[in-house]
């Protein structure tokens, strides 16, 4: 498969019902890898912040995500928040976009990553 055929993921970081805050894959280390391995990560457009472009919710799932890497440290908002009851049912990834520690945490979400794909896949 090539990553033309890769599942749409998106990295995001909820912050409530109505916006999030969208990553842009080249200033996140984990996100660097998954790019570098094939998975079709979304860029969301130019625009102002360096690492995350702020999206209303409608942008946000505009950008049709196959699967969704939520930013689970304890400042973002639950995704139920921020994907309400719309919609159809999309592989969420915990992602932490702090620094792995260790080559067992790396494989730990690679191996995550991986399931996500696999399920978005078969839907």
Avoid: C
């Avoid at 570098?36 to 209303?56: C, D, F, I, K, R």
């Avoid at 946000?60 to 995500?65: G, K």
Wanted: negative net charge; aromatic residues 4%.
């Amino acid at each position: 498969a090539t990553s033309a055929d890769a599942p749409r993921v998106l990295a995001l970081s909820p912050a409530g019902p109505d916006q999030a805050h969208v990553a842009r894959p080249k200033m996140w280390p984990e996100l660097r890898v998954l790019t570098e391995l094939g998975v079709g990560l979304v860029e969301p457009a130019e625009g102002p912040g360096a690492n995350w472009s702020t999206q209303s919710r409608a942008d946000t799932f505009a950008l049709r995500p196959e699967v969704i890497l939520t930013d689970i440290r304890a400042h973002a908002a639950p995704l139920e928040e921020l994907r309400g009851s719309e919609g159809t049912p999309t592989p969420v990834v915990p992602w932490n976009p702090e620094p792995l520690y260790g080559p067992r945490d790396h494989a730990r979400f690679l191996d995550l990553v991986a399931d996500a794909l696999e399920a978005a896949r078969a839907s």
